[in-house]
């Protein structure tokens, strides 16, 4: 899997200009999620992050989440090599995240228990990415027994839009992030904490994704 070269941007800062944190982020999808991820930056405008689709070219072969983490894995042991020797302050250390969902997936567990040992942070859906974008406009009181399209029929504009697939600013209602991450919480908290992360439907932790990775708390 590509990988993106993050120690180019790491160094001493030139004198004057303030560091920005770089932020590696893997999708498992090539469309949804790095357009909601634009889409919010923009209309947040947040500035001393940096953000790089890590992935943003591989094949969809290529996105499965085991195979995310890997790359991520590799990407965060490098990154962090880089850091140490470059004599970086912490706080300005890059991260890794890896954005993915249940859907039919094998090897789940092994993907949390990888990041986990890499210091890779996850944001993860159940059964997909359609569950947060669902949040900003209703909230979810029931299961989606495993299957993504029946969160896609309950968005408001599934019957209009040309590519479900394809985010668009107006999907996403200003001022609707702490509606949204309430909604999560709220909907999250239905199941035990015992509970294996890749059995609780519905589920989506990524609203954390938004406030620690982009670094944004309103849009």
């Known amino acids: 899997m590509a990988r993106t070269r993050g120690k180019d941007s790491l160094g001493p800062a030139n004198k004057g200009q303030q560091r920005n944190?770089?932020?590696h982020v893997f999708t498992e999808?090539?469309?949804?999620?790095?357009?909601?991820?634009?889409?919010v930056r923009e209309r947040a405008r947040v500035t001393g992050i940096e953000v790089r689709i890590a992935n943003a070219t591989v094949p969809g072969s290529q996105r499965k989440p085991i195979v995310l983490v890997e790359a991520a894995a590799r990407l965060m042991r490098e990154e962090t090599r880089t850091a140490k020797k470059a004599k970086i302050a912490k706080k300005f250390w890059p991260e890794v995240w890896c954005l993915f969902d249940r859907d039919e997936h094998q090897q789940i567990p092994d993907a949390f228990k990888l990041a986990k040992e890499a210091g890779v942070r996850i944001a993860f859906s159940h059964p997909c990415f359609e569950v947060w974008r669902l949040l900003h406009h209703k909230p979810v009181q029931s299961t989606f027994g495993g299957v993504c399209g029946e969160a896609v029929k309950l968005l408001p504009f599934a019957n209009n839009a040309e590519n479900i697939k394809s985010v668009l600013s107006d999907q996403i209602p200003k001022g609707s992030f702490a509606r949204a991450k309430k909604r999560a919480q709220e909907m999250n908290?239905?199941?035990?904490a015992h509970k294996a992360m890749d059995l609780r439907d519905p589920y989506t932790d990524v609203y954390e994704f938004v406030e620690k990775g982009l670094g944004i708390t309103t849009y």
Not at 29 to 39: A, D, N, S
Not at 189 to 192: D, G, T, Y
């Open 21 to 23: 944190k770089i932020v």
């Open 29 to 39: 999808g090539r469309v949804t999620e790095p357009e909601y991820i634009r889409i």
């Open 189 to 192: 908290a239905q199941h035990p």
